[in-house]
């Protein structure tokens, strides 16, 4: 069985992975089944109960992103609570939540949740109608500032990005994607920040001949820069593990994963055979992951008729393991990497509706 790996790459490094060159001969047929197959069934166990899960019950209506407080609160804004809901034009109340007790509370906060990060850096949106997608063309007022101090009102440069560990706007730089090619010159570049003792990506436009490259450097806070990747994380996307000390580029399984480490290098996450397998086989299948103390958790989704494989894995040093039957949509970690909150199905997606959405939390630091 094919353990949790980190596959270490420089620049000039070459990635050969291992499930590039591995054999499926003895599962070849086995996507085919709408059950697990015996040969299936070899690559990973059944954990359902391993570790400690919590679930959230609460009529929430949810308008923002979900983000972790503390190891044991979670953020959000709703538009719908017990006893309340708002009209049109309120705005909505950000509330904390209790993920072990499922106690909840008004903070005091209002509008959009956008981000808080680990350090309580926060960014909250307002206007517009919360109730609905938002519009490109809503002027909105945006607020920053510290979880429990005053917000301070701040405009939103053009072309910028929220990085989620910074809570603030970066600008992206020159529009070197957007601008028609003939006009694209060589040294025009746009930058990704990270925390500030990190110091930030550069993504530089140079031509070789009269092809354009992308090269991407970290520069470190002391100046000196190092030649990194030839892809430069999206920033939606990229997130900080507090707990690891690293970057997290969380890709789809099929555009391998990265970790950047904060000494300069990027490390491919390890894919497990029947993973691969299903990736390579099914059309259908996809798996996007985060990780944690434990290890990889993915969360596998599967196309109609064989969606009981889908489900909640575990990659760890000890083999693969499904601890929930559930898909989910977003997993996110705690700081301290020991829990993970998503918002799963359990039954047929493909299903009639109203569907059972659950507010799962698993501790991944507490097994059974």
């Known amino acids: 069985m094919k ?17 590039a060159q591995e054999s499926f001969g003895d599962l070849e047929g086995s996507v085919a089944s709408k059950e697990f197959t015996q040969a299936e069934r070899r690559y990973f166990t059944e954990a359902l109960d391993r570790y400690q899960k919590y679930e959230l019950h609460g009529d929430f209506k949810i308008r923002s992103n979900i983000a972790w407080l503390d190891n044991d609160h979670i953020v959000f804004s709703a538009r719908k609570l017990p006893g309340w809901e708002a009209t049109a034009n309120e ?5 904390s939540m209790n993920v072990v007790t499922g106690e909840y509370k008004d903070t005091g906060y209002r509008g959009r949740l956008m981000c808080l990060n680990h350090l309580g850096d926060m960014m ?6 919360e109730a609905f997608p938002d ?98 994380p999206i920033h939606s996307n990229f997130i900080f593990y507090p707990w690891m000390n690293t970057y997290y580029d969380r890709l789809p399984l099929r555009y391998k994963p990265r970790i950047f480490h904060i000494s300069g290098e990027f490390s491919y996450v390890g894919i497990p055979k029947l993973l691969a397998y299903w990736s390579k086989s099914s059309p259908s299948m996809d798996a996007i992951g985060v990780l944690t103390k434990a290890g990889m958790l993915w969360t596998v989704h ?3 008729g064989d969606w009981k494989k889908q489900g909640l894995y575990l990659d760890t040093t000890g083999g693969l393991m499904r601890v929930d039957i559930g898909v ?5 970690v705690s700081p301290d990497g020991c829990k993970v909150m998503d918002v799963i199905l359990r039954e047929d997606p493909f299903g009639k509706f109203p569907r059972a959405y659950v507010w799962l939390i698993v501790d991944f630091c507490k097994g059974k």
């Open 3 to 19: 353990r949790w790996a980190l596959i270490t790459i420089t620049a000039s490094t070459i990635l050969c992975t291992a499930e």
């Open 124 to 129: 909250v949106r307002q206007g517009g109608s």
């Open 135 to 232: 519009s490109s063309k809503t002027q909105y007022e945006w607020w920053i500032g510290t979880w429990g101090g005053e917000l301070t009102s701040v405009p939103r440069p053009d072309n910028s990005s929220i990085p989620s560990y910074l809570c603030r706007f970066a600008p992206y730089g020159d529009q070197i994607y957007t601008t028609p090619k003939e006009k694209i010159r060589e040294g025009m570049h746009r930058t990704l920040p990270l925390l500030p003792e990190h110091g930030y990506f550069r993504e530089t436009v140079e031509y070789i001949g009269e092809k354009a490259t992308y090269p991407v450097h970290h520069i470190k806070r002391d100046g000196s820069m190092r030649l990194v990747t030839n892809k430069v």
């Open 328 to 332: 989910g949509a977003d997993s996110i």
């Open 91 to 95: 705005h909505s109340r950000i509330m």
């Open 302 to 304: 599967h196309g109609y």
